[in-house]
């Protein structure tokens, strides 16, 4: 099975909670569509940058939702006592039981 693993920093000079995190989740997933929509031409405007150009955009968009999703796993484990590693297992089991991958 191929993994990815992901590692993010608490980001300490902000103080987050649930629900900012939560809007800034939905903001930042609304900028990936954004980009995705806008540089792929789907809004119909012609787009003057590169494929390379528009992958990067993409990539950063999505390392920002990476980011705020890590960041409210930080909130989870501070405020709510959550244990995101095993929340993190169960979900690897459940994509095992789906068939999505093997482990
Ligand atoms: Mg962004």
Do not use: F, N
């Not at 989740?25 to 003057?48: C, F, N």
Request: proline share 3%; hydrophobic share 40%; net charge negative.
């Amino acid at each position: 099975m191929i993994r990815k693993t992901i590692s993010l920093p608490c980001l300490d000079a902000l103080s987050p909670t649930l629900e900012s995190t939560a809007l800034k989740l939905m903001e930042e997933t609304g900028e990936l569509a954004q980009v995705i929509g806008k540089y792929r031409g789907m809004s119909g405007e012609p787009s003057h940058k590169s494929q390379k150009q528009v992958v990067e955009l993409i990539v950063e968009e999505l390392v920002d939702v990476a980011q705020t999703a890590v960041t409210m796993m930080y909130v989870l484990e501070r405020e709510y006592d959550v244990d995101i590693d095993q929340a993190l297992r169960h979900h690897v089991e459940k994509m095992i039981r789906k068939g999505y991958t093997t482990g």
